[in-house]
């Protein structure tokens, strides 16, 4: 299984970057897909969830800010992310469970500055 992320970078605070997350190896449409971030000296904390069924749930901190997607047909899992916070600084990591065991992408670096 191999989970691989891309889009971080640096943005200012009040604009907007998209990260996703490329899954192989794991059977996509059934498997639910997380977000995940950690900021420095900080615990991770979930950000986002798609599920297989297709809802969708937030952690209340980037509710109305942060929108997570998926194709199915790419594989791929989305996060688009806006109105950025200083506090969303933090390296996110892709996730998902799959075989009764946890997966974690690297982790894409975001920064976000005034």
């Known amino acids: 299984v191999q989970l691989q992320a891309s889009g971080g970078g640096l943005a200012q605070a009040g604009g907007s970057l998209r990260l996703s997350c490329k899954a192989s190896?794991?059977?996509?449409?059934?498997?639910?897909m997380s977000w995940y971030r950690q900021a420095p000296g900080k615990q991770r904390e979930l950000v986002a969830t798609?599920?297989?069924?297709?809802?969708?749930n937030y952690a209340d901190s980037v509710k109305g800010r942060f929108t997570i997607s998926r194709d199915n047909a790419r594989r791929t899992v989305s996060l688009q992310m806006s109105s950025l916070k200083l506090e969303d600084t933090a390296v996110y990591y892709c996730?998902?469970?799959?075989?009764?065991?946890?997966?974690w992408g690297q982790g894409t670096k975001v920064t976000v500055s005034s």
């Open positions: 798609s599920s297989s069924g297709g809802s969708t």
């Open positions: 996730y998902t469970f799959y075989k009764s065991r946890t997966w």
């Open positions: 190896g794991i059977v996509f449409s059934i498997s639910d």
